[in-house]
Every structure is written in C-alpha cells, then in structure tokens.
C-alpha cells in the first residue's frame, strides 16, 4: 500500500515524503547566537567602549604632546596646533585627555572584575548552600552593604603614601560586591529548587558541577548587568576623588582635569575648552554603559525585548502599536452605544431615583 506524499506532509508540514531537516536551521541558529549582537543598543554602546578601550591602550603614545609639559600658548582656545586648546600653563587639553582615558578604563574595570568576582562567589555559593553558611555570608554581605565606599577610599588614600589607581581600583572592588551578591543570591535560591537542577543532583552530581555548568550559564545576564554597573560606579568614583583633590594630582585622568579647571576657575574665565571636553568624555562613556546594560536587560526579558514591535490592526483601518506602558483602548464601534442601567442611583435630596445612562462598545 502506498501512502500519497500529500498526506505525510499534512502530518509533516513542508516535508516530503523522506522527511528531510530543514536546510534553514543553522542560519536560524546562527542568527540566534547573535541576536545580543543586532540590538541597536548594544551595537551602539559596544561601539562607543570599543573606541575608548583602543584609546586607553595607545592614547599616551598618540598623544602630540607631554600632558605636564608647559607651553607659552597660556589659555589659548582650540586651533590647529592644540585641538582642544591649553591651560593657565600652556598644558595641552587633548593630550591631558588621551592620557587620562587609560587610567579611567583601568580603574573601572578592575573594580568591576574584582566586585563581580566577589559578588559570584559570595552570592552563588550562600543561596546554594543554605543552613547556618547562607546565614554567616548573608551577614557578611549586609556588614558590607552599609560600609560606605567612598568615605573609606578617602580614608585609605589618605593613609597610604602615594596611593595609585590600583589601591583606588582594590578598594571600591572589594566595597561595592556586596548588592550583586544579594542579587544573586536571591537568584540563586529561586534555582536551586528547579527541576534540572534537581536532576542533576539526583544523578550524583557534585556541587561545584551543578554550579558551573546548571546554575551560571542561567545567571550570565545578571552577572553581565552587574558587572557594568560596577564599572559605572567605580569610574564615577575614581573621577569624584581626583576632582576633590583626594588621590594624586600626578596621575592625569579626567577627573584631574576637572580639578585643575575648578581650582583656577575656567568657568568664570570663559575658558570652556577646559572642562568641557572632559566633561562629554564622562558623558559618553556612562552613555555607552547604560545602553549595554539597557540591552542586557532586553536579552533577557521577552517583554522588554518585543516592546513596540508588536502592531494590532483596528476594524477602523488604524494600526496601534503595543508598548509597555500604554494599553491602547480598541473600539469596534465607531460611536459608543448608550443603554439604560438596571442600577438605580438614589438621589440624597430624597428624590426620584434617577436611572443611569452607561456607555458600552
């Protein structure tokens, strides 16, 4: 008995009668490998970071002049000699800036590394491991979340004879790891219990298994967003102390020229080629971040991730686009249909009831 290709494809839809795989899966996989990659706001903040990592690695070697060196063009605004102009020095600004862009990626990324990395060991292994080791780091964790990080980094620095951007970087990593873990743990926890995990556990797996291969590939998004949040955070620091004056004024970064600009008032001298280009540094580079973490959580919230794409078409021929937010109230009559209410409304004058009039679609 033969069986007419017809109807194995209305079982198989597409199909022939071999029944052959789809020659469009690994394109589509393809494709799904990097949809983090064709966010518009990731394609954009990684593009932005990318330009300043390349500059943090070679803007002291292209830089056109020595960021101390003195000059006798005093205040001069940009030209084509000094692109962003010279200080009360005749110190050129561009170079100060290039130079100054190495020490501020620096800090924010060891900060960063160094907080997620505490944040991941804390929190995983206290939400995973339960009983009196979830309650003994959950302590810890809350000692350092009220442990204020900037006022310690000033004690610090004041103590420590020349202190770098390294001991700069140290120090808000290990004081700013302790809300990432609280996260995690709280993610951890909501885990732990599922049903894979369960499995895993059931097989004999061990512990360290379980975590590295079935809990933090499903915590890589908060991980992610935790970490740029940190980097946020600690080059906002470090910016913060050199512009009060607190770490080394040898040690140019962008908050150094800021300092320099406040201390002989650049504002007031009109000289906005000053701060003004450090300021848009600062600027672009939390612009940059914030995309990549907005994208982050895009990635992995389908909701946030379908906002505004998803059209409805009205009878009337008007298309309403659906955004988180706003719900469109859709009509399929063009004029609202009046009734008469069954409920009566008693007058308070002791009057007639009067029948209430509702409008209905």
């Given at each position: 008995?033969?069986?007419?290709?017809?109807?194995?494809?209305?079982?198989?839809?597409v199909q022939g009668s071999m029944?052959?795989?789809?020659?469009?899966?690994?394109?589509?996989?393809?494709?799904?490998?990097?949809?983090?990659?064709?966010?518009?706001?990731?394609?954009a903040g990684l593009i932005i970071?990318?330009?300043?990592?390349?500059?943090?690695?070679?803007?002291?070697?292209?830089?056109?002049?020595?960021?101390?060196?003195?000059?006798?063009?005093?205040?001069?605004?940009?030209?084509?000699?000094?692109?962003?102009?010279?200080?009360?020095?005749?110190?050129?600004?561009?170079?100060?800036?290039?130079?100054?862009?190495?020490?501020?990626?620096?800090?924010?990324?060891?900060?960063?590394?160094?907080?997620?990395?505490?944040?991941?060991?804390?929190?995983?292994?206290?939400?995973?491991?339960?009983?009196?080791?979830?309650?003994?780091?959950?302590?810890?964790?809350?000692?350092?979340?009220?442990?204020?990080?900037?006022?310690?980094?000033?004690?610090?620095?004041?103590?420590?004879?020349?202190?770098?951007?390294?001991?700069?970087?140290?120090?808000?990593?290990?004081?700013?790891?302790?809300?990432?873990?609280?996260?995690?743990?709280?993610?951890?926890?909501?885990?732990?219990?599922?049903?894979?995990?369960?499995?895993?556990?059931?097989?004999?797996?061990?512990?360290?298994?379980?975590?590295?291969?079935?809990?933090?590939?499903?915590?890589?998004?908060?991980?992610?967003?935790?970490?740029?949040?940190?980097?946020?955070?600690?080059?906002?620091?470090?910016?913060?102390?050199?512009?009060?004056?607190?770490?080394?004024?040898?040690?140019?970064?962008?908050?150094?020229?800021?300092?320099?600009?406040?201390?002989?008032?650049?504002?007031?001298?009109?000289?906005?080629?000053?701060?003004?280009?450090?300021?848009?540094?600062?600027?672009?580079?939390?612009?940059?971040?914030?995309?990549?973490?907005?994208?982050?959580?895009?990635?992995?919230?389908?909701?946030?991730?379908?906002?505004?794409?998803?059209?409805?078409?009205?009878?009337?021929?008007?298309?309403?686009?659906?955004?988180?937010?706003?719900?469109?109230?859709?009509?399929?009559?063009?004029?609202?249909?009046?009734?008469?209410?069954?409920?009566?409304?008693?007058?308070?004058?002791?009057?007639?009831?009067?029948?209430?009039?509702?409008?209905?679609?």
């Amino acid at each position: 008995m033969t069986i007419p290709t017809s109807s194995i494809e209305q079982v198989i839809p597409v199909q022939g009668s071999m029944a052959q795989p789809e020659s469009g899966r690994p394109a589509k996989a393809k494709r799904q490998r990097f949809r983090f990659l064709s966010n518009r706001k990731a394609t954009a903040g990684l593009i932005i970071l990318a330009v300043y990592l390349l500059l943090a690695v070679i803007g002291p070697w292209i830089a056109p002049f020595d960021p101390g060196a003195r000059g006798d063009d005093l205040m001069q605004p940009p030209s084509g000699e000094h692109w962003m102009g010279t200080t009360h020095l005749g110190q050129d600004v561009w170079s100060q800036l290039l130079v100054g862009t190495r020490s501020v990626i620096m800090v924010g990324f060891v900060a960063g590394i160094v907080a997620t990395t505490l944040s991941v060991i804390i929190g995983v292994t206290s939400g995973y491991a339960g009983g009196r080791t979830d309650e003994a780091l959950s302590v810890l964790t809350n000692v350092f979340l009220v442990i204020p990080a900037l006022p310690l980094i000033i004690i610090v620095t004041s103590i420590l004879e020349n202190a770098g951007e390294w001991v700069v970087a140290l120090v808000i990593g290990f004081t700013s790891w302790s809300w990432n873990a609280r996260v995690l743990r709280a993610q951890t926890l909501s885990l732990r219990r599922r049903d894979y995990v369960e499995a895993a556990r059931a097989t004999g797996e061990r512990s360290r298994r379980i975590i590295l291969f079935e809990l933090l590939p499903n915590l890589t998004a908060v991980i992610a967003s935790g970490f740029v949040g940190t980097v946020i955070f600690a080059v906002l620091s470090e910016i913060t102390l050199a512009f009060i004056g607190i770490t080394s004024s040898n040690t140019w970064n962008w908050g150094t020229i800021l300092f320099w600009a406040q201390g002989q008032q650049a504002l007031a001298r009109s000289a906005w080629w000053w701060f003004v280009p450090a300021g848009l540094a600062i600027a672009i580079l939390g612009t940059a971040l914030s995309l990549i973490n907005f994208a982050i959580d895009e990635f992995v919230s389908p909701r946030l991730r379908s906002a505004g794409k998803t059209k409805i078409k009205t009878s009337s021929g008007r298309t309403v686009r659906m955004r988180i937010g706003f719900t469109p109230v859709l009509s399929n009559s063009p004029e609202p249909i009046t009734r008469a209410s069954p409920i009566p409304l008693i007058d308070p004058n002791g009057a007639t009831p009067v029948v209430r009039k509702e409008a209905t679609s």
